[in-house]
């Protein structure tokens, strides 16, 4: 739950940024994104105005006339819009609302709103199930619409509540509706028409909903949005997106695939060829290996692939075709083992004989179970900004001397804070041991030997052998000499025979002399 408020916002940002461009000051007075998030609403200078010069409406909710809000957030105003009278009474006292927040005041229905130059129209975390057909028609300025957290129902979201006013012979559409934001609310498939009335949508939000399949209908709808930048998908008990759903908003730019049930990399990325931002946090994927590797995306700067529990391997050439990556997260994956050396590199397409790396710039790889980092994983570690290998099963020998004699350097360099721990798992004599403490006391790391002994039991080893050596000298010396003196023969019979055997031999030698 923690990973999915951290997404979520995350993701949130990126949305609201990638809108900033729509939403600064120009000719026809729209806001600046910065001054129209959530923050005003607890703003310091919202302040009622007036009570002698309030509308009905700004008496029981917040407006601020000189940024054109209007807050009735957790403000209980009943099941359905105010009355058309009371709406109108805001431009009576001088409030052009263009921000309006509804949000969490039991909304139930949405019928009309009458003509107003809303930019931005919060509805959402209500109980919204019913909207009208051309409720929004008198919006022509609207470019962010949010309904998500309500409790709509596939049945009854069809393409004409988005329409505009009515023509000779057809509807006009919303033409400046850029956002939509339909997430956490109780839709299986969308309308295949849904986005007819919307030409101008780029932002698309469908997370929380229980989908499991996109079915066709729903993903001629998604395909149907040729102005497509950013697409949440998030936590919708997806197993697998469809080959062709990326064909057609050939300008997708974000996309967020978090907490689905897919088991590998989507084939149907291989279309989004302009994305340049990718999460797949907490899906069941097992391995990225040859044959399940990313496809080509030669914009994408930013993956996350964290939270991962059935990660255990990335092998070889698993981001070979991601040649502009700048920042990865590959973190909080229990199971995670084997990260190959070559997951990222590539032959270069001028000189095939030639490697070439992404240009990575921020590297997470915290709390995983990597035990080796192959120092060609990047190349470019030292320009780096970020690099993090926190909470990891580090082997302390020879394989990783590197990280302890030139990767931490780096890290104490750029970035302090991130140092801690960073520890020896294996072998048992270095288990626990701050690697950073290796680095300043400038330990050398070595491996075992072809017996599999560790040369860091050396020490003891010879010491223990100078020790017998010196015990066995003086030992060996006085057992030959008891040897050469005959005195074995203390230690034999005692009987009358065997002196006279003794006299017998002595009397021999002496006289051979």
Not at 134 to 146: E, P, S
Not at 166 to 171: G, K, Q, W
Not at 197 to 207: C, D, G, Q, T, V
Not at 220 to 227: H, N
């Amino acid at each position: 739950m923690m990973n999915a408020a951290r997404q979520k916002l995350y993701f949130n940002m990126v949305l609201i940024l990638t809108t900033g461009t729509l939403l600064k000051e120009d000719t026809s007075g729209f806001v600046h994104a910065a001054d129209i998030g959530d923050e005003p609403r607890n703003d310091a200078n919202y302040t009622k105005t007036p009570t002698s010069a309030a509308s009905k409406l700004c008496e029981s909710c917040n407006c601020i006339k000189d940024k054109g809000v209007f807050d009735c957030t957790s403000k209980q105003i009943g099941a359905t819009l105010f009355p058309l009278e009371d709406w109108q009474s805001l431009n009576t006292n001088g409030l052009d609302a263009k921000l309006v927040f509804l949000v969490s005041t039991g909304l139930k229905e949405i019928t009309h709103f009458p003509s107003m130059n809303v930019t931005w129209l919060d509805l959402s975390h209500n109980e919204i199930a019913t909207m009208k057909t051309g409720c929004f028609a008198n919006l022509t300025l609207l470019q962010v619409l949010d309904l998500s957290h309500n409790r709509l129902k596939s049945e009854s979201l069809n393409p004409d509540v988005f329409a505009g006013h009515y023509s000779t012979n057809e509807y006009m559409p919303l033409s400046k509706l850029r956002v939509l934001r339909l997430g956490a609310n109780d839709l299986h498939s969308l309308n295949p028409d849904l986005f007819e009335h919307l030409p101008a949508l780029e932002e698309l939000s469908l997370e929380l909903n229980p989908f499991k399949v996109i079915d066709q209908q729903s993903e001629i709808a998604i395909a149907s949005i040729e102005r497509l930048v950013s697409l949440d998908l998030s936590y919708m008990e997806l197993e697998d997106i469809p080959k062709y759903l990326f064909h057609t908003p050939r300008g997708l730019r974000y996309l967020n695939l978090t907490g689905n049930l897919l088991q590998e990399v989507p084939a149907a990325l291989s279309y989004a060829t302009a994305l340049a931002w990718l999460s797949l946090d907490e899906n069941p994927i097992s391995s990225i290996v040859v044959g399940t590797e990313f496809p080509s995306l030669k914009q994408l700067t930013f993956l996350s692939l964290s939270y991962m529990s059935q990660l255990k391997v990335i092998g070889r050439g698993a981001f070979s075709g991601l040649e502009s990556l700048q920042e990865v997260h590959i973190t909080n994956n229990p199971h995670l083992t084997y990260l190959h050396g070559h997951a990222f590199v590539r032959n270069d397409t001028d000189n095939p004989e030639r490697l070439d790396w992404p240009p990575v710039k921020r590297l997470y790889l915290h709390n995983n179970n990597i035990s080796y980092l192959d120092a060609q994983l990047l190349v470019q570690w030292d320009t780096m900004d970020v690099i993090d290998i926190r909470a990891n099963p580090w082997t302390c020998d020879c394989t990783n001397r590197w990280v302890l004699l030139s990767l931490l350097p780096i890290i104490e360099r750029t970035t302090p804070a991130i140092l801690n721990n960073i520890d020896c798992k294996s072998p048992s004599q270095m288990a626990g041991l701050s690697m950073v403490d290796l680095e300043h006391k400038q330990t050398h790391l070595r491996c075992p030997d072809e017996a599999g002994n560790n040369p860091s039991n050396d020490g003891a080893l010879l010491m223990g052998l100078l020790i017998g050596v010196l015990l066995a000298i003086p030992l060996t010396a006085a057992i030959w000499c008891v040897y050469k003196r005959g005195c074995f023969g203390l230690f034999g019979s005692g009987t009358p025979a065997a002196y006279s055997r003794a006299f017998y031999s002595r009397t021999t030698l002496n006289e051979e002399f």
